[in-house]
């Protein structure tokens, strides 16, 4: 099964900080994903990227950036956390957009 | 409103019992659907998909796609305490790069 690990697994960052969650995947994978989990959501696409060196908006990209400098690596970037921004994220893989998509195990982050 | 809605939130069906999970689109453009499930603490893993109307089998799993109501469903048979777990509906469109998740629900099998 493919491999996505994610790192850190939790994280306390406070109010104003800079955050950057990492994701990693060993399966050449061509498209990578950021969501966030609440509950009452579901999952929501933050950004997501089609191969290294691109990054595109998903459904709630505001306050979040991306940088995907290689096929097996995806980082989200919270240049100004806030409490709002407090939640779990999930990094996933996947190759054509309607294959199965493999997710990391998550990354709780709090923002205080 | 969610372009992907799931019904019921919560849902507990005896051990060897039948599950049944709904979800409904309100666009027209998905072309496909998944059924992923995920245990607490874990990530979401892939159950199956479907694409064509009619059921799809998969051991205890069976998905049923109706495109003209925008309405997929997954029946687990036989559940096991295993099985207890948050099931997502996702829906995209063939040759996108992205699908929508549903909220979710949340099925307890009670021993």
């Known amino acids: 099964e493919a491999a996505v690990t994610q790192s850190p697994r939790n994280k306390v960052a406070v109010t104003g900080g800079k955050v950057t969650l990492s994701c990693n995947q060993t399966?050449?994978?061509?498209?990578m994903y950021w969501y966030r989990q609440d509950t009452g959501h579901g999952l929501r696409l933050i950004h997501y990227?089609?191969?290294?060196?691109?990054?595109e908006k998903g459904d709630i990209p505001d306050g979040y950036k991306a940088s995907r400098p290689s096929q097996e690596n995806f980082s989200l970037i919270l240049e100004l956390a806030t409490p709002s921004q407090t939640s779990v994220y999930f990094c996933a893989s996947g190759d054509a957009g309607e294959d199965t998509q493999y997710f990391g195990p998550g990354t709780r982050l709090l923002v205080l | 409103q969610q372009k992907v809605q799931q019904s019921p939130e919560s849902l507990s069906v005896p051990e060897g019992g039948m599950a049944s999970l709904n979800c409904t689109s309100s666009d027209r453009n998905f072309q496909y659907f998944w059924w992923y499930r995920q245990h607490s603490g874990e990530g979401p893993k892939a159950l199956m998909?479907?694409?064509?109307?009619g059921d799809k089998k998969e051991g205890r799993f069976t998905a049923h796609l109706n495109k003209a109501s925008l309405h997929v469903s997954l029946h687990i048979r036989d559940s096991q305490p295993s099985d207890s777990a948050l099931y997502f509906c996702a829906a995209g469109n063939t040759g996108n790069y992205k699908y929508v998740f549903g909220a979710g629900t949340r099925l307890k099998v009670i021993a």
């Open positions: 399966n050449n994978h061509n498209n």
């Open positions: 990227s089609y191969g290294a060196g691109s990054t």
């Open positions: 998909s479907i694409f064509s109307d």
